[in-house]
């Protein structure tokens, strides 16, 4: 069985305004609740699409170019549920993005320009270690498909132990909660100035 992947999107922005949250916990069990398997994923704002801003000045292109920081950084959750009672069975929950658009001249002379997602990384914090499928820190590749989190849903606690045994147990989620992404444009290229913009897809999956 395979739920339907909950897709959410991100925008980036050259030149452009952004808005930012606060943070909480990094990766979570969370307690089932109802019949069905189910999963959500959340990047950013309850609702709406926030833009992550880069301003390249004048002074920062060229011969000696820094790398520019993002704002706002994004936080990001994948929330699986399953049933209370199910089995131990491995439920394998995926986090994938898909950079594939580009970052398009919208205004400003720079004509039929596209700045390829490749150009932008991210750093991540508040999050657990590689060995927990939490998200790392890494870049777009510009694929449609790219996997940047990965981790088993199924979490089986004993919740009544006796010396070397276990008279009960307790079925929760692994979940991603609050994972930061600051991004950075690498600003290695000289584009023509003026504004552009993309959208990345996020798409999270539970087999």
């Known amino acids: 069985m395979r739920p339907r992947p909950a897709p959410a999107p991100l925008a980036a922005a050259l030149l452009a305004a952004g808005?930012?949250?606060?943070?909480e916990a990094v990766v979570m069990t969370v307690?089932?609740?109802?019949?069905?398997?189910?999963?959500?994923?959340?990047v950013g704002a309850v609702s709406g699409v926030d833009t992550v801003a880069f301003s390249v000045a004048g002074d920062n292109v060229g011969l000696a170019p820094a790398p520019v920081a993002g704002s706002p950084v994004i936080e990001v959750w994948v929330t699986p549920f399953r049933p209370a009672n199910s089995s131990s069975t491995a439920r394998p929950v995926t986090l994938r993005v898909d950079s594939t658009p580009g970052l398009a001249c919208q205004s400003g002379?720079?004509?039929?320009?596209?700045?390829?997602?490749?150009?932008?990384?991210?750093?991540?914090?508040?999050n657990g270690a590689?060995?927990?499928g939490d998200i790392q820190s890494g870049r777009f590749d510009g694929s449609a498909n790219?996997?940047?989190?990965?981790?088993n849903a199924n979490a089986t606690f004993c919740s009544a132990p006796v010396l070397l045994l276990c008279l009960g147990y307790t079925y929760r989620s692994n979940a991603i909660s609050a994972t930061r992404m600051q991004f950075s444009y690498d600003?290695?290229?000289?584009?023509?100035?003026?504004?552009?913009?993309?959208t990345v897809r996020f798409t999270a999956s539970m087999e």
Not at 19 to 23: C, E, Q, S
Not at 146 to 151: E, G, R
């Open 187 to 198: 600003n290695d290229v000289v584009y023509p100035a003026g504004n552009y913009r993309g």
């Open 146 to 151: 790219q996997q940047i989190a990965s981790f």
């Open 109 to 126: 002379g720079c004509g039929a320009t596209l700045i390829p997602f490749s150009q932008i990384g991210w750093t991540a914090s508040n």
């Open 19 to 23: 808005l930012a949250l606060p943070a």
């Open 31 to 42: 307690t089932d609740v109802g019949l069905v398997y189910a999963i959500s994923v959340r």
């Open 130 to 132: 590689a060995t927990t």
